[in-house]
T-cell receptor, first 113, second 113 residues
């Protein structure tokens, strides 16, 4: 399987600021990565599909201008939460597609004050 | 509508006991069905993955079954350990969705001594 890391593991920021979350595929060149959001006691919700070298594909209801995704290399995708607000506080998880499996990162806990 | 429903919502068992978690899905056709374990504050980790033609798949103390006729899957955990305390998520990959996944809400298992 693929080893996926995320940085930071947790972040606290003030309302109105932007936060960047990194997702790295450590041992696999990933043309496709996924970004999920998970609220407490709920399951993962797909936000967007990150494609290396092209624009991300966003799920319905997810604002592309608020959640900026950049997949500039085969091992790195970044999610930037712009002008964060308390309702953006959540657990953000990325995953890497390897053949017919997805391998998930450890997640990033975002708290917006 | 593609849905995955899990039961029970939560479960408490004594260390050393066995338990079975249920998953009912309406996704059809699908490429594969997966069970993930998610520890609190961590990303999901794959336990088993089965194609529609497989009936059972084991991974150590975890055994997943699949009945494509009734659209049900189960995850059986034998000789539970305290470290098994986690959320167990049933995930189905609809064939029409490509790499996108449909997640169940998960069963929260607590193993106590």
């Amino acid at each position: 399987g693929a080893v996926v890391s995320q940085h930071p593991s947790w972040v606290i920021c003030k309302s109105g600021t932007s936060v960047k979350i990194e997702c790295r595929s450590l041992d696999f060149q990933a043309t496709t990565m996924f970004w999920y959001r998970q609220f407490p006691k709920q399951s993962l919700m797909l936000m967007a599909t990150s494609n290396e070298g092209s624009k991300a594909t966003y799920e319905q209801g997810v604002e592309k201008d608020k959640f900026l995704i950049n997949h500039a290399s085969l091992t790195l995708s970044t999610l930037t939460v712009t002008s964060a607000h308390p309702e953006d506080s959540s657990f953000y998880i990325c995953s890497v597609q390897v053949h017919n499996e997805q391998f998930f990162g450890p997640g990033t806990r975002l708290t917006v004050l | 509508k593609n849905q995955v429903e899990q039961s029970p919502q939560s479960l408490i068992i004594l260390e050393g006991k066995n338990c079975t978690l249920q998953c009912n899905y309406t996704v059809s056709p699908f490429s594969n069905l997966r069970w993930y374990k998610q520890d609190t504050g961590r990303g999901p980790v794959s336990l088993t993955i089965m194609t529609f033609s497989e009936n059972t798949k084991s991974n150590g103390r975890y055994t997943a079954t699949l009945d494509a006729d009734t659209k049900q899957s189960s995850l059986h955990i034998t000789a539970s350990q305290l470290s098994d305390s986690a959320s167990y998520i049933c995930v189905v990959s609809p064939r029409e969705y490509g790499n996108k996944l449909v997640f169940g809400a998960g069963t929260i298992l607590r193993v106590k001594s």
